[in-house]
C-alpha cells in the first residue's frame, strides 16, 4: 500500500509540473502575439490616419516638471 501511494504522489508531482509547463509556454507565447496584434492594429490606424495629434494644454491647465497636469480652476 506504502509503494502505491508513493507512486501516485509521484504522478501527482509529474501532473502538476506539466501543468505549470504547459502554462509557462502559454504565456511565453500569447504574450508576443498579443503585442504584435496590438502594434499591427496601431500601425493600421495610424495609416489610415485615425489617430490624431493631441490638443495642446488649454489655459485653465499648468503642467509640471514630470508630466503630471493640475487643473487651476
Known amino acids: 500500500m506504502r509503494i502505491r501511494q508513493t507512486v501516485n504522489c509521484a504522478f501527482g508531482v ?3 509540473a506539466f ?3 504547459a502554462a509557462l509556454l502559454s504565456v511565453a507565447v500569447a504574450v508576443p502575439i ?3 496584434a496590438g502594434e499591427a492594429r496601431s500601425m493600421a490606424h ?3 490616419g485615425d489617430i490624431a495629434p ?3 494644454p488649454s489655459d485653465a491647465e499648468h503642467v509640471h ?3 503630471t ?3 487651476l480652476t
Open 54 to 56: 493631441a490638443p495642446g
Open 14 to 16: 509529474a501532473r502538476l
Open 65 to 67: 516638471d514630470l508630466g
Open 19 to 21: 501543468d505549470a509547463g
Open 69 to 71: 497636469v493640475v487643473e
Open 46 to 48: 495610424t495609416a489610415r
Open 34 to 36: 498579443a503585442f504584435a
